[in-house]
């Protein structure tokens, strides 16, 4: 056996080289400078060695086989001609892999993403687990680039290109094993106990390396190429606008301009990937992102605490799709209403649900099994976690806390779900005020990553942090808030959405708001959001908040929510819902809409200004990664805070002074940007 710094190389007495990546100080595998230069001495070795019958690359590592490049490093690059040389790098040492003439394995457990894929893309075969969490995918276009070690030069020379962009390159979406080996990106797919056996049975038998079909590789035909990629342009155009992610236009231009056969692909790849970096803030902004990802994961870890049972007190489509989310993840869960009819209609979208994200029957029958009815609410005191999440009226919420502090075990979370009301006032006729925090879920909760954990002054520290591992287990991202009326998360969003009620008063149509949005970057635009966040919802956080910081509830919401109009759950509230999706009708006068955007997003900003001075998050840089992950903020604009320093201060504060003196004084920005 030999050791480097981070992959472990052992031979054994049927002539296979073992080579297990093993990333030194690390909990997964990323691949940096020292990790190529190391596997580039001992490709060198290996490829002069004839004593050798086969080499397998696989992860010495408990989870995962790589996680890509490193990104931290990547995002540490000064100039071009260092990202080029890393590139270049990788680029040589997947070469040097292909290039051996012994058959190469690339043995895959768990998660393998971007650099990872392309080393494994550069092996002769591929054989992966059957487990649910090995997944493979190329997400470098959620990066604001496309891969550049390769890997959309070899992909479609081994399944075509049309499968290979369409796929796995332009949506950056991680497949499982059976879906990749009908596409003919793995060779093999078995259960964890075959796995060794099977790379040893590829490296003796040496079948045939796949080729894609005629009418796969049909699709890297150059005039073939030309009708798709003009079919691919269209396709992506509808979902993302080429001036806010080039990403995806430009593999399609690289694909169709340069194809995939010969060496000159491999050195335009890299030429793509430098001009998107060095030439656009989206490739910088969500390279931050990406870090903040990380950051806010890293929150989770700070404590070992991991839940077994979770008790969810109210069944509504909040409550309920919590329950449902948790059981998704493996915990046993008990949920609580009046009655078992009330809770009947969660147990049928957590079926849906669970058809939906586990596939296969067995799973979604234990997932099922691990959700049970609990009308009288036996589960609280065997629950680690509990959530109310019920009606957002204090009274209701002071009740239930004073029952389940008495039945709960003495180190279970006690949580509320609450969007808006401060935990002072919840917990006040607890015994203990310190048991109750905030884990605050956004709708619709299997989409939604972001989770507020919510710190009162009386909260248990501990605890707290216990929360945020809770959040991490079940696969969402904790966001540390102080308790305050709205937390983040609504508090900034509110003056957004009643900017837009207050356009809608003003005769624009709910079409021309979320056009307005769409075209800043908004994910989703404010009308439409308000009917998916529910307008009941909308109604109550914007009753506390207007309690606690002034301002007036617009009579429209009002009305809708009177009228038991309440957004997309009851098919009809700004917008009517055909199948769940909006029809919005054409705009039917031409009312000016210059500063539509502006008005929306400045409001944002300024209320995120208040809440960043008032200690309501940590920092700036959480701010927007809450503002991100939670409302769906313009990803390539990097956040609130990160776009009005941007935007570059002078303008700003006197875009501010324009719209103050145009539209009121809630434009007036609240300090010198």
Sequence with gaps: MSHYQHWIQEEDDQGICWLGLDRQDASVNTINHVVLDELNSLLQTISKDPSLKGLVIYSAKAKGFIAGADIHEFSLFTTEADMVDFLRKGQAVFARLEALEIPTVAMIQGFCMGGGTELALACRYRIVTDDVDTRIGLPEVMLGFHPGWGGTVRLPRIIGGFNALTQLILTGQALS???????????????????????????????????????????????????LARLMRFQVSKRVNPQHYPAPFAIIDFWEKEGCEGERPFLKEIDSVKHLVSNSDTSKNLIRIFALRERMKSIAKDTDFRAQSVHVIGAGVMGGDIAAWCALKGLNVTLQDQSYAQIAPAIKRASALFKKKLKQPRLIQAALDRLMPDPDGYGIARADVIIEAVIENLEVKQSIMQQVEKKAKKHAIIATNTSSIPLDAISQHMHKPSRLLGIHFFNPVAKMELIEVVVGEKTDQALAAQACSFVGQIGKLP????????????????????????????????????????????????????????????????????????????????????????????????????????????????????????????????????????????????????MIFGTGFAPFRGGPMHYAKEFGAEQLNALFAKLAAEYGERFKAIHEF
């Excluded at 009308?527 to 506390?544: I, S």
């Excluded at 029809?583 to 400045?602: E, F, M, Q, V």
Aim: net charge positive; hydrophobic share 40%.
């Design 177 to 227: 094993g059976s879906r990749l080996k009908r596409l003919g990106v793995v060779d093999e797919v078995v259960p964890l106990r075959q796995l060794k056996r099977a790379a040893i049975a590829y490296i003796k038998n040496k079948p045939e390396k796949h080729q894609p079909s005629f009418i796969q590789a049909l699709t890297n035909w150059k005039w073939m190429r030309q009708i």
């Design 479 to 626: 966001l540390p808030v102080k308790s305050t009326p709205g937390f983040l998360i609504n508090r900034v969003l509110m003056p957004y959405l009643l900017e837009c009620m207050q356009l809608i008063d003003e005769g624009y149509s709910g079409r021309e708001i979320d056009k307005a949005a769409l075209g800043f970057g908004m994910l989703m635009g404010p009308v439409e959001l308000a009917d998916t966040v529910g307008l009941d919802v909308c109604l109550a956080v914007a009753n506390n908040l207007t309690a606690s910081f002034g301002g007036t509830v617009p009579k429209r919401l009002q009305e809708l929510v009177k009228a038991g109009q309440l957004g997309r759950k009851t098919g009809e509230g700004f917008y009517r819902y055909k199948h769940g999706k909006p029809i919005k009708p054409k705009a039917i006068h031409d009312k000016p809409t210059k500063d539509l955007a502006n008005r929306l997003i400045l409001r944002m900003v300024n209320e995120a200004a208040i809440c960043l001075r008032e200690g309501v998050v940590a920092d700036s840089d959480l701010l927007d990664a809450g």
